[in-house]
């Protein structure tokens, strides 16, 4: 608040170091207008330094009151000075995802429409500022992120006029609701939203949008602003990469209307209407900074369209600016003290300013966008026009959701994006896909889905998944031309056995199936071979004396909690397996480099230690003595003898 001071008193105060938190409060003097002051008094209000002003006291005509704010700009302050000091600093926020906002506050003609917007030979904050931003952008994309990211440029412009919402982009002369998402962002559904990629871009809708404003004539003003003129560009990054994070910074731009004190504005009829509208809602905007000040738990924002559309601003996640712009002649005395003191207020408001980012389309995207997204004009020019094809913007496509999915948390983890469902038409591949995405996610304990890694990998992924399948297919057919070579073996051998007059008796039948041995003694016996889609143990066809390739259904794992993909088994009989284990060692320990790498799993590279090892130590006594040869651990150990030992045995 102010502080009451002798003029004599010498002033030299500390200053106080705001928190960028904090909403950065300047003030602005209009140059003193000879013409205005009807009296001839002379301004009753003056600078001291940057941060420090006086206005008289009326109480007291020998004292004047001291204000103190984050910065003050005189009457000989420039646009740039304004602009450079307290606007830009703030710009840079918006590319990491936050929120700025600049709003001009101050009785009617005291210079805020000039500080906003100027004029060609004075351009104000707006035209700097959404040049400053191009200008952001265009250092960004030229550094090495470029590479990385999609930057786009966006505005929408509105004005509250009488307490409606109304579009200036395309005027509709239709009252537009302010809606508040889940995170508490403000937005307007249906607002006009235009993609601009130059500041002549933004220049062609801006200037037209701008004589749709609520201006008129009164007493104080000769165009005076009838309305709160809102101008919201919105600045988007998004990444091109995994993990496809999208920052969106959306900048206010306010050019509030004046106070106005009816007595002197002689305004009367519409006029005298417009001017209760605006004076009630600069009352509710001076109560929420109360509220604000005082910690209330309730903030009255939705008092007021402004005060509703400013709740970010104030007390929210923006770093916000206010400029108060104040008249130096006698007759705005009691607005400008007014505006002083609502000023000083605000000082004390606290923004907790926050990085706004969103993952697109990763299996764990929004199933739904925010309806902010969906409600704008959908112009998603990006700046770079190169770059518009590119994958990020495939891949930030909605993510969709099947309805017996409807409700299903683990559906929702999975979804495919869009993009997915495009590319990878097959069922089967996508249903792989999902598949393996499950098992990405529970062997990785971060849970990264397999969605979300970039696409090149995911390509080569999905490469191997679909040689995977290609070689099952192969394996499928395989097995069918086999089965169908035991059946014609079985047919010619009882074709056989029923020409002869079986006097052979017992005489034991041999056919040979590629590497396996069937035998057929006594009772008959048969080679069983399972389908591969047979999971089961069949124990009841098991026969002893058949070396059987069993399949085992979901076999556990023993690695906690970890599910093993179904594993293979070997049940062969004893006197058998002591065959083909006899027969390995035999190979370990007299095979010749080539035999030794006829052996399953045995490369160049082993076979030459294995022989290495022999040269010093001699023969081995047992397969499992291959531990002795360094590299060949037990779990290689078990493998290698599983591999080896039908085929061994079996030869
Ligand atoms: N810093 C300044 N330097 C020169 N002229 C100024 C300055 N500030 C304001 N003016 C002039 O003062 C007049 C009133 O300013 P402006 O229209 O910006 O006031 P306002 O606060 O927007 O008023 P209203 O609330 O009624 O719209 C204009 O003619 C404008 O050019």
Same mark, same amino acid.
């Given at each position: &608040? ?23 409060? /300047? /003030?602005?003097?209009?140059?003193? &207008?000879? !013409?205005?002051?009807? !009296? ?86 707006? *035209? ?43 005027? !509709? ?105 605006? %004076? ?41 600016? &206010? ?46 966008? *925010? ?31 099947? *309805? ?24 089967? /591949? ?24 970039? !696409? ?160 010093? %130590? ?34």
């Amino acid at each position: &608040m102010a502080k009451c001071v002798s003029i004599m008193e010498v002033q030299n105060q500390p200053k106080k170091t705001s928190s960028l938190a904090n909403v950065r409060v /300047v /003030v602005r003097l209009r140059p003193y &207008m000879r !013409k205005d002051d009807l !009296k001839q008094q002379g301004p009753c209000v003056r600078g001291l330094d940057s941060q420090c002003l006086e206005i008289i006291n009326w109480r007291n005509q020998l004292e004047t009151m001291q204000y103190q704010f984050d910065a003050f700009y005189g009457e000989d302050s420039t646009q740039k000075e304004v602009y450079t000091e307290s606007i830009e600093p703030i710009l840079s926020n918006l590319l990491n995802g936050q929120n700025a906002s600049v709003f001009a506050y101050g009785p009617t003609g005291a210079g805020k429409t000039h500080t906003m917007l100027g004029s060609p030979e004075q351009p104000g904050v707006i *035209p700097r500022s959404v040049l400053a931003l191009f200008r952001m952008t265009q250092a960004e994309s030229s550094s090495r992120n470029y590479e990385q990211c999609d930057i786009s440029i966006s505005m929408s412009y509105l004005e509250i006029y009488q307490e409606k919402v109304l579009d200036l982009l395309e005027p !509709k002369n239709q009252d537009l609701p302010i809606r508040e998402d889940k995170e508490k962002n403000i937005f307007i559904p249906n607002l006009t939203q235009k993609t601009i990629s130059s500041f002549a871009d933004f220049e062609q809708h801006f200037i037209p949008a701008s004589q749709n404003r609520t201006v008129a004539c009164t007493k104080l003003n000769d165009r005076s602003s009838r309305s709160h003129a809102v101008l919201l560009v919105k600045v988007q990054k998004r990444e091109q990469f995994s993990p496809f994070r999208q920052l969106t910074g959306k900048l206010y731009l306010i050019d509030l209307a004046g106070s106005e004190d009816n007595r002197r504005t002689g305004n009367q009829g519409i006029r005298l209407k417009e001017s209760g509208a605006i %004076n009630s809602s600069l009352f509710v905007l001076s109560k929420v900074v109360d509220a604000l000040n005082h910690g209330l738990r309730r903030i009255p924002y939705r008092d007021s369209k402004l005060t509703r559309l400013l709740q970010d601003s104030l007390g929210g996640s923006a770093h916000s600016v &206010m400029i108060t712009n104040i008249a130096p002649e006698h007759r705005f005395y009691f607005d400008t003290l007014t505006a002083l003191n609502f000023a000083a207020r605000s000082k004390q408001v606290v923004n907790r300013p926050f990085t706004r980012e969103t993952i697109q389309a990763t299996a764990l995207a929004p199933l739904k966008r *925010p309806r902010e997204e969906t409600d704008t004009n959908s112009g998603s020019n990006v700046l770079h026009k190169k770059k518009l094809k590119t994958e990020v913007e495939e891949e930030s496509l909605e993510v969709e959701r099947s *309805p017996e999915a409807k409700g299903s948390p683990e559906v929702k983890e999975f979804s495919l994006s869009n993009l997915l469902k495009k590319e990878y038409k097959n069922p089967a /591949v996508a249903e792989r896909l999902e598949k393996l995405n499950k098992m990405f996610l529970k062997k990785n304990a971060k849970g990264i889905p397999l969605l979300s890694t970039p !696409k090149r990998e995911r390509q080569a992924l999905l490469k191997v998944l679909e040689e995977n399948q290609q070689e099952i297919k192969e394996l499928k057919k395989r097995q069918k031309e086999l089965e169908e070579k035991t059946l014609a073996a079985e047919a010619l051998l009882h074709k056989s056995r029923s020409q002869s007059d079986l006097t052979v008796g017992d005489k034991e039948n041999t056919f040979k199936i590629g590497c396996q041995v069937a035998t057929s003694c006594g009772p008959r016996k048969q080679a069983i071979v399972f389908p591969l889609q047979v999971c089961n143990r069949v124990a009841s066809t098991q026969e002893e004396g058949i070396p059987l390739l069993m399949r085992e259904k979901q076999k556990k794992d023993t690695v906690e909690g970890n599910e093993n993909e179904q594993g293979w088994d070997i049940n062969m009989r004893v006197d058998m397996l002591e065959k083909g284990r006899q027969k390995i060692l035999n190979v370990l320990n007299i095979g010749t480099l080539k035999e030794l790498k006829c052996l399953q799993m045995i490369g160049d590279k082993k076979a030459k230690l294995i022989i290495g090892w022999r040269e010093v %130590n001699g023969s081995f006594a047992k397969v499992e003595d291959l531990q002795k040869v360094g590299g060949f651990s037990e779990k290689f150990i078990a493998s290698f003898l599983k591999a080896n030992i039908l085929t061994s045995a079996a030869c």
